[in-house]
């Protein structure tokens, strides 16, 4: 068996923010070899071929989705409460927590959105418009995603101004670094969001609707049900993974076909080719890099032993250009098929939300095509901004020319 493969070519540094603007170029080494066992303050591997990345997901007998109890762990646990939430469990917990979420987020309460995400886009387009310009962060990409959230939880209108701003300091702890405290105002929006909860789910239990927390709140396997803190945990989950992401699916999105001239005017050529140009896009430009796994066992991949509970970085966003399984990976190309990305994950854990960000993403980008004929990127040569985190890769804003 190899021992660490110490390739001095390597280089991988969330915490840099010159390696978080471009990543990609720093994968390109990684491809032609096995998982990549490292050292940064921690040791940990990187699974970067397409292969290897299924083959860790695709097993959760050996590689767990249950972080190690750290300092930093518990500081976070202390905060945000102790009950399991779907994406850092195994089975049985998993099992049992899926199905029963999976009762309340269906198919048919997602397509229900539709005509709501449909107008949510039409006024915030409207309000650009009237500009005379389009910062697709902040006028689009940004706000959406927490008005679909909002909506889907049953949130009231009166509520909502309170509940963005809950909402936007909840998912900045996302991006608190290891080792540093989570500043006082994430920690109290937090408790003003789970007192609101408390108060809701009592209000949806004398009193359901057809949103989304009475239906979790009915949600039942058998005698089985979500326990309170079990709710509020999925609620809080939601907020982290429904909304930065598809915040950066639209951003990024917009990016590639703004740097992509060609691509925008085949798709507006034909807007058919929309669910394609979406696949195409998380695959480009991944919202989420990498996802991670801890083994319990000492695991060999590809003549690699990465030892037990050594964190490895599954970097889907890597994964996805490996041209091994995509041909021309580098290239933006929005009639690609077949187009098996991993942006969503693969096995067990595979994205709950994939239906809602995909017909989100592709509603909203359709429209600004529409809304906007000559649509493109205001200053190509301009540097960009990317926020805080690696994990989720996002665009601070994207000026795009309207006129
Ligand atoms: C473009 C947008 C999105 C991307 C790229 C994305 C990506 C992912 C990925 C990679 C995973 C798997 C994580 C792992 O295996 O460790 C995941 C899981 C999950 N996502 Fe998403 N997501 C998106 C949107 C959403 C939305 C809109 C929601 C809900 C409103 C959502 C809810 C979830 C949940 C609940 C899980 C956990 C599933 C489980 O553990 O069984 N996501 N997502």
Redo the contacts with the bound molecule.
């Keep these: 068996m190899a021992a660490a493969s110490e390739a001095p070519s390597v280089y991988f540094n969330p915490w840099d923010a010159g390696y978080r603007d471009n990543p990609y170029p720093h994968y390109e080494p990684l491809y032609g070899r096995p998982p990549h066992l490292m050292s940064l303050f921690i040791p940990m591997a990187l699974v970067a071929r397409y292969a290897d990345a299924v083959a860790v997901?695709r097993d959760p007998e050996r590689f767990s989705?249950v972080p190690p109890m750290s300092p930093f762990l518990e500081m976070r646990l202390a905060v945000f409460g102790r009950a399991p939430r779907?994406?850092f469990?195994d089975p049985p917990v998993?099992t049992r927590l899926?199905r029963l979420?999976s009762k309340a987020?269906t198919t048919w309460r997602i397509k229900d959105l539709e005509p709501r995400i449909r107008e949510f886009t039409a006024t915030l387009l409207e309000r650009a418009a009237r500009k005379g310009e389009f910062e697709v962060m902040a006028d689009l990409a940004n706000p959406l995603?927490v008005l679909v959230?909002a909506e889907?939880l049953g949130v009231s209108p009166d509520d909502y101004k309170r509940f963005k701003q809950w909402s936007d300091d909840v998912i900045e702890s996302d991006m608190v670094p290891p080792g540093a405290e989570l500043p006082e105002h994430v920690t109290s929006s937090f408790k003003a969001l789970r007192a609101y909860f408390i108060e809701e789910i009592e209000r949806r239990r004398r009193n359901p609707g057809d949103d989304l927390v009475s239906a979790l709140v009915a949600a039942r396997d058998e005698a089985d049900a979500l326990s309170e803190e079990e709710l509020i945990a999925?609620v809080v989950?939601?907020l982290l993974?429904?909304n930065e992401?598809?915040t950066?699916?639209i951003g990024n999105g917009m990016l590639a076909l703004g740097r992509n001239p060609d691509e925008i005017a085949k798709l507006r050529g034909d807007l058919s080719l929309m669910p394609r140009a979406i696949e195409e896009m998380?695959r480009y430009d991944?919202?989420?890099q990498s996802?991670?796994?801890y083994p319990k066992v000492d695991v060999e991949i590809g003549g690699v032993e990465i030892k037990a509970n050594v964190p490895t970085f599954v970097i889907?966003a890597a994964a996805n250009r490996d041209p091994a399984q995509f041909p021309a990976a580098h290239q933006f190309d929005v009639t690609r098929t077949p187009n098996d990305h991993?942006?969503?994950?693969?096995?067990?854990?595979?994205?709950?939300?994939?239906p809602?960000?995909r017909m989100?993403?592709a509603i909203a980008i359709r429209a600004a095509l529409e809304r906007f004929p000559r649509l493109r990127l205001a200053e190509p040569a301009a540097p960009l901004t990317y926020k805080g985190s690696y994990f989720l890769r996002g665009l601070s804003s994207l000026r795009m020319a309207v006129e």
Excluded: D, K, Q, W
Excluded at 342 to 354: K, R, V
């Design positions: 997901l989705s779907v994406v469990s998993h899926r979420v987020f995603p959230i889907m999925f989950l939601l993974a429904g992401t598809t950066n699916l998380l991944c919202p989420v996802t991670a796994r889907v991993l942006a969503f994950g693969n096995g067990i854990h595979y994205c709950l939300g994939a809602l960000a989100e993403g």
